[in-house]
């Protein structure tokens, strides 16, 4: 018995070593695969398809070998096999009908295997960087941010009433396990109202640690957002994260005593709320139409909230149906390669939370909101304009010379710019990334690589006009260097090119980003309740 753990033990281990290898051979295979049916393959190419066909034999080889139960890994692969045998019956020309099949450029068995086998491995592998499925239940982590330390023992538990006021109606319309836990409780600096985006790294960091499908933030402070409103509640689709406001909620005017938590109208709202978050991140949209329920209807604080709202029929209805996708995926111990992967098929599966938030948080003009990347990229390109070597530089360079630069310093800035600040979500390293901290970075990635180029075209921009209506026109003439007779339009966009190049770079470089200020530019929390 000891001795078939240990088997199993050392199966399952070189499966995991062997299996990004072999992915990578797998996209290099369905590339050959593909180049072959559309235009043929040159003698190299045939060459590293037999190369690669025999690596995955010695890799079916050792697996065999080491598999405890031979006969049973056989009856388990034997597509492979049977696929790994065909290039074999090829190489030896056994079958005069594979040769006809060549001589007359017909897809032949080779290639269907091939497809098969490619194929087999290149979804196989996709579905295994995705993770394994998740078990059909929520996990909630909540976390209480208070101020004074003498209240935090009544928001704690306000927020264990909240949840089970809430459980049952969640359970019941989505179909599945609900379960919450208090992660983490925190004592903020001071009671000033803060932005949904302030309590985001504690949240990601806190949800990578669980792991929890959402994480909801119950605090006694304001609750500002990207308009400057004063909110009870916020919350985000693309993280993942919702954010309560005691404050508003039990306010009742100026000059006015604040009502209780234990208040059963506060209570009533604040359930109303968080349900009606949930739907959002759920896929619900507000709607005052007669098939929505108060829940997604409301708005604001209700007087007249006599009992615990529930979501509408078509509401349920269409919970259920999202129910399958509702919890989290998550990749654990992931290496550099299976994080990239996980991350582009995470986002692969959520389009819409991916562009939704790039859309609304106008990238491309971001740098005007960054005074400090913007300055460190405008100071020394206003300086540059007037240099000589620059000219001499830039009227020496192709243009295909200058395009490149451009692309790699903007591609450069934007990842230095992000790694350098920490902007990935969860800001501390962590073991585990769930589903939509993945779909998050992902945002905030391409939300930095548009300010790049959005930085970029406004250096440029702003050289082309000091060049064409500043500089004096003559000046170039005088300049011993200068072989050619006159500077085109042509010349002068190339030399802007190649000035605002060096600009994104130094304003990367030294400009920097303010993490706080950044996030809040991302658009990643909803602008309304």
């Known amino acids: 018995m000891q001795k078939n753990r240990k088997a199993y033990r050392v199966f399952y281990k070189l499966e995991e070593h062997l299996e990004i290898p072999m992915f990578i051979l797998a996209l290099v295979w369905l590339y050959l695969f593909i180049a072959e049916l559309v235009k043929g393959l040159s003698q190299f190419q045939e060459t590293l398809i037999y190369v690669i066909w025999g690596l995955f034999i010695l890799e079916f080889l050792i697996k065999l070998i080491v598999a405890p139960r031979k006969m049973q890994f056989i009856k388990q692969n034997w597509i492979t096999l049977i696929a790994l045998l ?10 005069n009908a594979l040769r006809i099949l060549r001589t007359v450029r017909v897809i032949n068995s080779t290639r269907v295997i091939r497809a098969i086998t490619s194929g087999k491995r290149f979804f196989s592998a996709l579905n295994e960087a995705q993770g394994p499925s998740p078990n059909p239940e929520m996990d909630v982590g909540l976390l209480i941010a208070y101020t004074r330390k003498e209240d935090k023992e009544a928001l704690i538990s306000f927020a264990e009433q909240i949840t089970q006021d809430v459980k049952i109606e969640l359970e019941e319309s989505t179909g599945l396990k609900w379960n919450f836990d208090v992660a983490e409780d925190f004592r903020l600096e001071s009671d000033s109202s803060r932005s949904p985006s302030e309590f985001l790294d504690r949240a990601s960091t806190s949800m990578a640690e669980g792991p929890y499908d959402l994480v909801t933030v119950i605090t006694d402070v304001g609750l500002m957002s990207r308009r400057n409103n004063l909110v009870a509640a916020l919350s985000s689709t693309v993280t993942r994260v919702i954010v309560i406001s005691t404050r508003r909620l039990t306010a009742t005017g100026k000059n006015k005593a ?77 290496n550099d390669i299976e994080t990239f992967i996980f991350h582009i098929l995470m986002t692969l599966r959520h389009p819409g939370k991916f562009f939704r938030p790039l859309l609304k948080n106008r990238a491309l003009f971001l740098p005007l909101s960054l005074p400090g990347l913007a300055t460190a990229a405008v100071a020394p390109s206003i300086i540059l304009v007037f240099s000589s070597e620059i000219w001499d530089v830039g009227l020496g360079l192709t243009n295909g010379t200058a395009a490149f630069f451009a692309v790699i310093s903007i591609m450069l800035a ?37 300010a790049c ?15 064409l209506y500043v500089f004096p026109p003559d000046l170039m003439q005088t300049w011993p260097t200068l072989n050619r007779p006159e500077i085109t339009l042509e010349d002068q966009l190339r030399i802007a090119v190649f000035i605002s190049t060096i600009g994104v770079t130094t304003g990367a470089l030294a400009g920097g980003l303010e993490s706080r200020k950044i996030i809040q530019h991302l658009a990643l929390f909803r602008n309304r309740v």
């Open 86 to 95: 065909i290039p074999a019956f090829r190489m030896l020309r056994i079958f």
């Open 453 to 467: 180029i959005g930085l970029f075209l406004l250096v440029a921009v702003m050289a082309l006009i000091l060049m």
């Open 258 to 334: 604040s009502l209780d938590l234990t208040n059963e109208t506060v209570r009533k709202n604040t359930a109303t709320l968080f349900l009606r978050q949930a739907g959002h991140i759920l896929g619900l949209k507000t709607a005052n139409s007669p098939a929505s329920s108060r829940i997604m209807g409301a708005e604001s604080f209700q007087q007249d909230l006599k009992k615990f709202p529930s979501f509408s029929t078509e509401e349920k209805r269409k919970l259920k149906q999202k129910a399958k996708k509702t919890p989290d995926r998550e990749l654990q111990n992931g």
């Open 414 to 450: 934007s990842f230095y710019l992000v790694r350098v600040q920490s902007l990935f979500l969860p800001r501390k390293e962590k073991r585990i990334i769930t589903e939509h901290l993945a779909v998050a970075n992902s945002v905030i990635y391409f939300s930095i690589f548009f």
